[in-house]
């Protein structure tokens, strides 16, 4: 092969742009001071117009397509034929972009966070307002140059979930919303079984001690991994040996961190079990935003809020808060972690309720980029959406429409992908109980190197040889369907309020 070896060459430096854009990120979310904020846009801009030059340039073009033929005859899922038809796909959307529309998409997104950050401190949407207009008016215009069949935002979605459009993710989510709503009111009704309360004052360094060694325990290590906290939890890969996490404490719950680092910890596995052969290529990337997700609530939802993890970890708790949990059993801990309960804020939501949060932020940002809808209106209408499906109404907006960074970061169309998420990991659990038996007995065994190569043979090596839809089918042998996650949580359900 003559031109794919150079096509390697430059994917390898357009990696090195994207991830230094990561590190000024992580540094950007972890460290650096909100008045740096302009020039942190223009350093991550400029980094991203170069990637962008490369990736949308008529020489690259010319070599995709001569590498093509090279390829062509390989098999169909020969990764080096996935990588070129991959890159062909990828390079529709980068053509589509002007230079100077990448660089004030980046700054935009970077000031864009600063403010979100502010405007949530204080209390007050008017000091993020203007930002957030500016994002959105950028991303109808993305959506316009990538071109659509019937609305902006389904030109939004194949950055983060290829072969989605509205119309498909309403069909999931109208008889997904039902289903929960059905649920959410029976668990309601049964709320009046005694659950005893966590109490407060938990160390947020004690809360640390704990949520090490719990990603410990899960396989992510510390001699190429770091925990650090910030506003909102995050994960981030800045290179081949470079895993970042972050979580937050609250003096409390201590639970929220807990399950913040379990679901941080997922989404690093699978980038640590991505294909490193293939790093900076397209196939050696995540399948979809939906698959990441799918993989923290794996850990996070599945295993580290299951009743025998719980219970193996009760006297660890014990032992950090003698104080306020002294007189808890197992049981009490696993019964509180999962109570099902109309909440406010979307990542402390349980199981039954959290997709609902999803739906809305859902329905909210298609009127936002479809309709129009007028900043001044979002507030309101946000939470007018939580008191018809949750049955609450936040008392102010950083418990409101301020509650995420997402939007902020221009990421509209990334929200389904949590519900989805919901969706892959119970059909993925399902098609794992197949293969090994109970995860209960393997969660209580502690068996979780097998849990790990499973997910790394079936779901990370694949990278993104197969888009979500596919690997979904080819790992569980059916199409993606709300039935597996719907019975799981009935039966969760049970456990929690028998």
């Excluded at 403010?115 to 993305?142: C, G, N, T, V, Y």
């Amino acid at each position: 092969m003559q031109h794919y070896p150079k096509l390697l060459e430059t994917w390898h430096r357009v990696h090195l742009y994207s991830s230094s854009c990561s590190v000024l990120g992580w540094d950007q979310n972890c460290v650096m001071p909100p008045a740096a904020a302009a020039f942190r846009g223009e350093q991550i801009g400029f980094l991203s117009q170069l990637a962008h030059q490369e990736m949308s340039s008529d020489a690259y073009e010319t070599l995709l397509k001569k590498s093509f033929d090279e390829v062509a005859e390989l098999g169909s899922l020969d990764p080096r034929r996935r990588n070129v038809e991959r890159a062909l796909r990828l390079l529709k959307r980068e053509k589509s972009l002007s230079a100077e529309l990448v660089n004030d998409w980046s700054r935009a997104t970077v000031e864009g966070q600063t403010a979100w950050e502010e405007a949530k401190q204080k209390r007050d949407f008017s000091l993020f307002k203007k930002p957030l207009q500016k994002i959105i008016a950028l991303s109808l215009q993305r959506a316009e140059l990538f071109g659509y069949e019937k609305t902006p935002y389904d030109a939004l979605l194949p950055d983060y979930e290829w072969g989605f459009d509205s119309q498909k993710l309403d069909e999931i989510f109208v008889p997904l919303q039902a289903g929960l709503t059905a649920l959410l009111r029976s668990c309601q009704k049964r709320d009046d079984i005694s659950f005893r309360e966590l109490g407060t004052g938990f160390s947020p360094a004690l809360q640390e001690q704990l949520g090490r060694e719990l990603a410990l325990s899960l396989g992510f290590g510390f001699d190429d991994g770091v925990l650090l906290t910030s506003s909102h939890p995050f994960s981030t890969t800045l290179g081949p040996r470079d895993f970042r996490i972050t979580t937050r404490y609250s003096e409390k719950d201590f639970l929220s961190s807990f399950s913040a680092v379990a679901h941080e910890v997922g989404h690093s596995l699978y980038e640590r079990g991505l294909p490193q052969e293939y790093l900076g290529q397209p196939v050696g990337s995540a399948s979809s935003a939906g698959i990441h997700e799918s993989q923290s609530l794996f850990w996070e939802k599945r295993i580290a809020q299951s009743q025998p993890f719980l219970k193996a970890w009760t006297s660890k708790f014990r032992q950090a808060f003698p104080e306020q949990l002294a007189k808890l059993s197992g049981d009490d801990l696993y019964r509180q972690a999962n109570r099902v309960r109309s909440s406010l804020i979307r990542v402390d939501a349980d199981e039954v309720s959290y997709s609902l949060h999803i739906i809305i932020r859902y329905e909210l940002e298609k009127a936002l980029i479809n309709e129009r809808l007028p900043l001044d209106e979002l507030p309101q209408l946000w939470n007018e959406k939580y008191q018809s499906y949750l049955g609450i109404t936040p008392s102010h907006l950083g418990e409101g429409c301020l509650q995420d960074i997402h939007w902020s970061c221009g990421s509209f169309g990334y929200f389904p992908s949590y519900a989805l998420g919901h969706l892959f990991s119970a059909q993925f659990a399902e098609a794992m109980e197949k293969d090994l038996g109970s995860l209960d007995r393997r969660i209580e065994a502690q068996d979780f190197g097998r849990i790990r190569q499973w997910l790394k043979d079936k779901i990370h090596s694949r990278g993104a040889s197969f888009d979500s839809q596919d690997l979904i089918r080819e790992v569980s042998g059916r199409e993606l369907s709300i039935e597996p996650f719907m019975i799981y949580l009935q039966q969760k359900v049970g456990t929690v309020y028998q």
